[in-house]
C-alpha cells in the first residue's frame, strides 16, 4: 500500500520537479495531489474491508 502512495508523489517529484532542466521545479498541481491521496485512501478501505470479511468468513 505504502509503493501505491509514494509512488505516483516521487513520480512527479523527479519527472515534473528534479529531472526538468528546462524550468525551474513545479509543484504537482494540487488537485493532482488530492486524486492520489483519494484513490489512496479508497484502496486502504477496500483492503481493510477485505480482511475484515476474510476474517468474518474464517469463524
Sequence with gaps: MTRMY????????LLDGLL????????PDTKKIQQIVDLYMKA???D???RKAESNDSK
Excluded at 509514494?6 to 517529484?13: H, I, K, M, V
Excluded at 526538468?20 to 509543484?27: G, L
Design 48 to 50: 481493510e474491508n477485505a
Design 6 to 13: 509514494l509512488g505516483p508523489l516521487f513520480s512527479y517529484t
Design 20 to 27: 526538468r532542466p528546462v524550468s525551474q521545479p513545479q509543484p
Design 44 to 46: 486502504i478501505s477496500a
